[in-house]
């Protein structure tokens, strides 16, 4: 049966020929589209198609089926075959798979989910920016977590967090980043699209560049731009560190967007593929 689901390895949407396949134990993946993403290969043999990679090889007759010319195997073999670490995120029907990133092995990443506590940031119909930012955090969070990572938040679910607080979490945890993530507004209903602010300075200029670049190809949002800010969290950093504001709250379509999980999870794997993009 043909599986709806979405697929993100390694921090990319796939959308592989002959899709998923759903079975009781599981999402069974076409080798042959999703091995290469994982740097393997599969190869036949007489006793039936084996994975390749990394050096190793692993048998596969009778672990999945054959259709047309795709082999199809369960999603948790490949994942382990490759070293990758897998979920399921339910709210936007995706599998993730991850592999460790040498950029990211044992490095902070701090994700700052805008607002907190009393200050639920700006709010749209139905949508509130503290909890959407706090979304977005989580889910990149555990994407750096699959890449081998420590993904580190300023605050907590509904916690309150003072822009001194955000600096004094920066200076203890000593990461290698920042990321603020925010939702933005307008008194005009019109105003829409993505942003990324950075405090001007070379490495947070490029590390804005890198993270607004993959975000509007992603979710091919109106394209405001990266531009220089003045904000005290920004100015007081010593570590790169990047502001997204990634759609208007006051526009029904921007909130409609922001209001999806599966729009905030490509944004999520949008900003993860940004800050890799930024350490290379
Ligand atoms: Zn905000």
Not at 74 to 89: E, M, N, Q, S, T
Not at 159 to 167: A, D, G, M, V, W
Not at 168 to 181: C, D, G, H, I, M
Not at 184 to 194: I, R, V
Request: glycine residues 12%; neutral net charge.
């Amino acid at each position: 049966m043909a599986d709806q689901a979405e697929l993100i390895i390694n921090g990319r949407h796939v959308r592989p020929r002959g899709g998923l396949r759903r079975h009781a134990e599981g999402p069974f993946v076409p080798l042959q589209h999703v091995a290469p993403r994982l740097g393997g290969g599969v190869a036949s043999s007489d006793r039936g198609p084996v994975l390749t990679g990394q050096g190793r090889e692993c048998p596969l007759a009778g672990t999945g089926f054959q259709e047309g010319d795709l082999y199809f195997a369960p999603l948790p073999l490949v994942a382990r075959f490759f070293g990758a670490g897998c979920y399921w995120d339910q709210s936007s029907n995706t599998w993730v798979l991850g592999q460790e990133n040498p950029l990211l092995r044992g490095k902070s990443i701090l994700l700052d989910p805008g607002h907190g506590g009393q200050d639920a940031g700006v709010k749209g119909l139905y949508g509130c920016e503290e909890q959407l930012n706090m979304d977005l955090a989580r889910r990149l969070q555990r994407l750096i977590e699959l890449g081998g990572g420590l993904g580190l938040l300023t605050r907590l679910e509904g916690e309150s967090c003072t822009t001194l607080k955000r600096i004094e979490a920066t200076r203890s945890f000593q990461p290698l980043l920042l990321v603020s993530l925010h939702h933005n507004s307008s008194f005009d209903p019109g105003d829409n699209g993505t942003e990324t602010l950075h405090n001007g300075r070379w490495p947070s200029l490029r590390l804005a560049r890198c993270i607004h670049g993959e975000l509007v190809a992603e979710i091919s949002s109106y394209d405001r731009g990266v531009k220089e800010s003045n904000r005290s969290l920004l100015r007081e950093l010593e570590v790169p560190a990047a502001w997204v504001e990634l759609g208007f709250l006051s526009n029904l379509q921007d909130e409609a967007l922001a209001l999806q999980a599966s729009f905030r999870q490509r944004a999520a794997a949008a900003i993860y593929r940004g800050i890799l993009a930024a350490l290379s």
